[in-house]
């Protein structure tokens, strides 16, 4: 079985969507009888252990992204690799090159819908363009012959829109980067803390979703005792006195020492669709609180922290309190075990294989029982 990833979600400083294809693409690699080619943006073409660079044009600003203009070379590059079916990874000019593709190889296509499109664009828009983008992803997303959401939200929001044939595909964590041997104990030193001080931390882009200043007026009611290490690209540059930023973009094993050596991570987004961070803290061994909203109802349980209301600073100060008057240290070996559990990357690819298997039967039904 041949199998083709093709996104423009690929860049030296993304995130979620290219620590799934790089975990998929590992995991995959060593099977036997499978064959995984991922197609992603580039400077010019190009083709190293089955990763193929599309040349696209580099988005001003964009931190490393490309954006396709053409959608010739994409397809041309599916026809010449002849997969048996082809995974499209953003909803963008990629997806409908996958789309003529299929026209010729006559393979089927699985649509991933890792961001909520109409979601994004209301924010950075207004909501004025919300119908146009909803009625483009439904008549998109109905092309595609199985589509997978990360989280039931985000499935429930495509079901909601018309489209057929979803399925709820958590994705996974590397539970060997991130891992509590990691901590460090020279962390606190560094930052200027004493062993007294609670250790909080959140990681990621610092992007308007995310409710950073939700944080930060946290950060104000807890006091001195709580201490907040904000960690990745497009950070605050004003912050209270017991925050620390590192306003850059962290490698995998740099976020895991920083997750793994705190005491718990704070996450106000309200808008995740699935919220892969939380599961590398979890995997770190440390609890989480977070917002009752997006996806983190379904991957955080009592068992491995707190959820507090949307947008309330003073709820999310008291749910701190009362994580750590409560026992941190056992939520997160809960933690730990409950993503060992549920969320390993070869359980992902396992059920992602479930799903390409299913999906070539029906293609191929004579094929399949003979």
């Not at 290219?18 to 036997?32: G, N």
Request: proline content about 6%; glycine content about 8%; hydrophobic content about 45%.
């Amino acid at each position: 079985m041949h199998i083709a990833d093709i996104t423009m979600f690929y860049a030296p400083a993304s995130g979620g969507v290219r620590t799934y294809l790089d975990a998929k693409h590992r995991r995959l690699s060593i099977k036997p009888g499978i064959r995984h080619s991922l197609l992603i943006p580039g400077a010019y073409f190009s083709e190293q252990d089955g990763v193929y660079t599309v040349p696209a044009p580099a988005l001003p600003f964009g931190k490393g992204y490309r954006f396709p203009l053409r959608l010739a070379p994409w397809r041309n590059v599916l026809q010449d690799l002849q997969p048996d079916l082809i995974e499209v990874g953003d909803p963008y000019l990629t997806a409908w090159a996958a789309l003529d593709a299929r026209r010729q190889l006559d393979v089927p296509v699985i649509g991933f819908y890792h961001s909520d499109l109409p979601l994004l664009v209301s924010n950075r828009m207004g909501n004025w363009v919300t119908t146009n983008v909803e009625a483009y992803v439904s008549k998109l997303y109905g092309n595609f012959d199985r589509v997978l959401a990360p989280s039931q939200v985000m499935a429930d929001k495509l079901i909601g829109l018309g489209v057929k044939n979803v399925f709820v595909q958590p994705l996974g964590v590397d539970l060997q980067t991130f891992n509590p041997t990691a901590r460090d104990s020279g962390l606190r030193a560094e930052l200027g803390i004493d062993e007294n001080t609670h250790l909080l931390i959140f990681a990621g882009r610092g992007s308007k979703e995310k409710n950073l200043p939700v944080l930060l007026d946290c950060m104000k009611r807890l006091g001195r005792r709580y201490h907040l290490l904000l960690v990745g690209s497009s950070m605050p540059a004003v912050v209270p006195d017991n925050v620390t930023v590192i306003d850059e973009f962290c490698p995998a094993a740099q976020v895991a020492r920083l997750m793994a050596s705190a005491d718990a991570l704070l996450h106000a987004g309200d808008q995740e669709t699935f919220g892969l961070v939380v599961l590398e803290a979890m995997a770190s061994g440390i609890p989480v609180v977070a917002v009752a909203a997006g996806a983190f109802q379904e991957i955080i349980t009592d068992q491995c922290g707190l959820l507090c209301p949307p947008n309330n600073p003073l709820a999310m100060a008291n749910a701190v309190r009362e994580l750590f008057s409560s026992g941190s240290v056992v939520l997160g070996k809960q933690a730990r075990c409950h993503v060992e559990r549920h969320y390993s990357w070869d359980t992902v690819v396992d059920s992602l294989l479930g799903h390409y298997h299913a999906v070539l039967d029906s293609h191929w039904p004579l094929t399949a029982n003979g």
